[in-house]
T-cell receptor, first 112, second 114 residues
Framework: GAVVSQHPSWVICKSGTSVKIECRSLDFQATTMFWYRQFPKQSLMLMATSNEGSKATYEQGVEKDKFLINHASLTLSTLTVTSAHPEDSSFYIC????????FGPGTRLTVL | GENVEQHPSTLSVQEGDSAVIKCTYSDSASNYFPWYKQELGKRPQLIIDIRSNVGEKKDQRIAVTLNKTAKHFSLHITETQPEDSAVYFCAASWTGGGADGLTFGKGTHLIIQP
């Protein structure tokens, strides 16, 4: 149990376009989900906390207008990277909270 | 905000020996300290956690110790095996389960030499 999926697993896009990443809790309901960013061979950095039915809480330094988060149901949170640029290229991992955080497999974003 | 320091960044041990990874944190309000194992290309997996009202916790070959006064906690792996090779992350949070989000250390690449 406690499985979290992400879609897509990887995506390549052109600079200036927007990309949506989905995070789903498959076998449990999650009021709270989190979005992290992981640079190559580096740690996970918390970007924002996503709460079902309310606005996301962003960490200091994370642009909320650039990284749009929607948590419309108890099993789905989405992260949209708007007007993506090469510096947004990274590995994005979500997690869903049950009694602990269960992580998704991550999404590799490459912006050309 | 919270800051978590983790050492060493790389640790190489002989199979069968013990490995110790250490973390320090800055926020005395932190109460939950999990450890994650991340194999190459895979998601982080919780291997053990400890809460601030406990000084030590053990699960088979893995143990975690916590010193709240000094604000540091350590991961101990005994009788290491090749499958223990991975990147290990410590983290800290105010609330149990990481309900308020996790602050991660930079990770330790553990290499088990056959």
């Amino acid at each position: 149990g406690a499985v979290v999926s992400q879609h897509p697993s990887w995506v390549i896009c052109k600079s200036g376009t927007s990309v949506k990443i989905e995070c789903r809790s498959l076998d449990f309901q999650a009021t709270t989900m989190f979005w992290y960013r992981q640079f190559p061979k580096q740690s996970l950095m918390l970007m924002a906390t996503s709460n079902e039915g309310s606005k996301a809480t962003y960490e200091q330094g994370v642009e909320k207008d650039k990284f749009l988060i929607n948590h419309a149901s108890l099993t789905l949170s989405t992260l949209t990277v708007t007007s993506a640029h090469p510096e947004d290229s990274s590995f994005y991992i979500c997690s869903a909270l049950l009694n602990e955080q269960f992580f998704g497999p991550g999404t590799r974003l490459t912006v050309l | 905000g919270e800051n978590v320091e983790q050492h060493p960044s790389t640790l190489s041990v002989q199979e069968g020996d013990s490995a110790v990874i250490k973390c320090t944190y800055s926020d005395s309000a932190s109460n939950y300290f999990p450890w994650y194992k991340q194999e190459l290309g895979k998601r982080p997996q919780l291997i053990i956690d400890i809460r601030s009202n406990v000084g030590e916790k053990k699960d088979q070959r893995i143990a975690v110790t916590l010193n709240k006064t000094a604000k540091h906690f350590s991961l101990h792996i005994t009788e290491t095996q090749p499958e223990d090779s991975a990147v290990y992350f410590c983290a800290a949070s105010w609330t149990g389960g990481g309900a308020d989000g996790l602050t991660f250390g930079k990770g330790t690449h553990l290499i088990i030499q056959p």
